[in-house]
């Protein structure tokens, strides 16, 4: 027991540590890319901690629903991160078919945000709702298509084994299926993240926005749950990603945590590097930009059952 509670604050304190680092190196990279000095990358730590101290202030039209879901989207965020393993750290969390788990537990904190939009009662805010459901409505078939073919080539439905030591062993046979995997769950990181091409987290522009139109009415300490949930989301997301992309194990925890936290900063640029060099796609294209990506989890999931 004192096992499992050590290791949930450990992936807790990683999660929580380290993801808005993750967005600070992010935005670093798009300041030096446009030519700019840029903020820190601490500069995420400094804005939470600045709304934390502040009040929030809340709409008359506004019920419970809008109070309740900066939480409801924190606490799904930090249960999630329970059954992702980071590296070596295994997650404290694990069973047969927790990869359900982690998709519905995305999905509840996404309806939370969805109608906390529509209890404001502006109808901005409303069609940013309306589009982050119809664009989650293509990412979720994406990421679904994704755990099957990784399911199918490693025969597990455990996320921990699904990234874990049977990787390395695939990527020399069924190298071309994984690098459809890659892209396409790419894509995914981008769209459940509302990054550039799909969304700009930095635009002011409403008849644009998707995320950042829902929480216009937030401010203060819920403000920062859902900033702080959004930077762990991405983690999340990144902490998925790289153990495909460098599936490299030497057994020792300290080498093997050094390539995943390398593996996370290259990955954090590569982000920054697309955001500098792609414009936000009009929102008309951004279905196709999703299809494009199914189509590529679809393909892979056809090479896997042909290869059985």
């Not at 393993?85 to 359900?100: E, L, M, V, W």
């Not at 490693?154 to 690098?179: E, F, N, R, Y």
């Not at 936290?261 to 414009?279: D, N």
């Not at 199914?294 to 059985?308: D, K, M, P, S």
Request: aromatic content about 12%; some cysteine; glycine content about 6%.
């Amino acid at each position: 027991m004192r096992i499992i509670v050590f290791s949930i604050i450990l992936h807790w304190l990683i999660v929580l540590g380290c993801s808005p680092l993750f967005v600070g190196i992010i935005n670093r990279v798009k300041a030096v890319i446009s030519g700019r000095r840029g903020p820190s990358i601490f500069q995420p730590y400094f804005d939470l901690f600045r709304l934390m101290q502040k009040q929030q202030i809340y709409s008359r039209t506004t019920t419970w629903v809008f109070r309740a879901t900066p939480a409801i989207v924190l606490a799904s965020m930090l249960c999630v991160a329970l059954i992702v393993p980071f590296g070596k750290i295994a997650a404290p969390i694990r069973f047969s078919g927790d990869i359900i788990l982690v998709a519905y537990i995305l999905a509840l904190a996404r309806f939370f945000m969805i109608i906390s939009a529509l209890d404001t009662g502006y109808s901005m805010e409303g069609m940013g709702a309306s589009r982050e459901a119809f664009f989650s409505c293509l990412a979720e078939l994406v990421l679904f298509m994704n755990f099957i073919t990784l399911a199918i080539l490693v025969k597990k439905v455990s996320l921990s084994q699904m990234i874990g030591s049977d990787v390395p062993l695939l990527w020399s046979t069924v190298g071309a299926v994984l690098i459809m995997v890659v892209v396409s769950f790419f894509v995914v990181l981008l769209t459940e993240n509302c990054r550039i091409p799909i969304d700009d987290p930095e635009t002011h522009l409403e008849l644009t926005m998707i995320h950042e139109v829902m929480i216009l009415d937030n401010s203060g300490v819920d403000l920062a749950y859902i900033l702080y949930a959004s930077a762990i989301k991405l983690f999340i997301f990144a902490a998925i990603l790289v153990p495909i992309i460098i599936p490299f194990k030497t057994g020792i925890l300290w080498s093997d945590m050094c390539v995943f936290f390398a593996g996370m900063t290259g990955l954090a640029l590569l982000i920054g590097l697309v955001e500098s060099g792609m414009a936000r796609l009009k929102l008309n294209r951004v279905r196709n930009f999703l299809l494009i990506a199914f189509a590529l989890a679809f393909f892979g999931f056809i090479v896997t059952l042909w290869r059985i």
